[in-house]
């Protein structure tokens, strides 16, 4: 039996803007997708929101082979979710990047859902970790009184917990033993203008991660 699937017009323009991207690409620069199936060699490790407004390359303005690339809701660093895990180990340890950025955005449905008492479903037991970063700053953020102000600060502050989330991983700490060249760092995407805000969160050893969190004795 044949199966016919019902073919949309926006499922049809995206084979043929793949088509057209790679017919430009190759005419651009004709060796383009030989080196990109030669291998890859990326620098920076991006862990951002899975919302469809903030694709890593087209917001640092990389290209294919530049970037690797993490998103999940609300962009939070879990040391139990093994999917992160093995995408920071693989990227810091075989593909050795130098910069590793959590990228949060303002307005993001995630932190704010996180702040309502609403369910949602399944995605409550994720975003718990989000609530958890409000408990931690809820003398700061309480004091907030216009609600999107409040959002957009919990989303800076999510993004500064998680870059502590990172460093504090058995797979950063034991590569800055070895290595000088690994930096991390916090950003934000504002939607309304494009621009990043670096929140100048950036780590490059374990000394300012608090003594209990410091795992590098022999
Ligand atoms: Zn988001």
């Known amino acids: ?27 651009e620069e004709p060796e383009f997708f030989n080196k990109l199936a030669a291998g890859q060699s990326p620098e920076i490790l991006w862990i951002g929101c899975a919302d469809s407004r903030v694709p890593a ?33 693989y990227a810091v340890n075989a593909l050795k990047v130098k910069h590793v950025i959590v990228a949060g ?4 449905g995630g932190v704010t859902a996180a702040l309502s008492k609403k369910q949602f479903g399944l995605i409550d037991n994720w975003l718990r970790h989000i609530k958890d970063v409000y408990r931690m700053h809820s003398h700061e953020l309480d004091a907030i009184a216009d609600h999107t102000e409040k959002v957009n600060r919990l989303v800076e502050l999510n993004v500064e917990e998680q870059v502590y989330n990172l460093c504090r991983t058995t797979v950063v ?36 991660l608090g003594y209990v969190y410091e795992l590098n004795e022999e």
Do not use: P
């Open 1 to 27: 039996m044949e199966l016919k699937l019902a073919q949309t017009e926006s499922y049809k323009a995206l084979l043929k803007a793949n088509s057209d991207w790679a017919t430009k690409r190759m005419q």
């Open 57 to 89: 390359n087209e917001v640092t303005g990389t290209r294919a082979g530049e970037v690797f690339v993490h998103r999940n809701i609300a962009n939070v660093i879990v040391h139990s979710d093994m999917n992160m895990l093995s995408v920071l180990d």
């Open 105 to 108: 955005h303002y307005g993001c």
């Open 173 to 208: 700490q034991n590569a800055w033993k070895e290595r000088t060249d690994l930096e991390v760092h916090g950003w934000v995407i504002d939607l309304k203008t494009g621009l990043v805000k670096d929140l100048n969160v950036s780590h490059r050893d374990a000394h300012s």
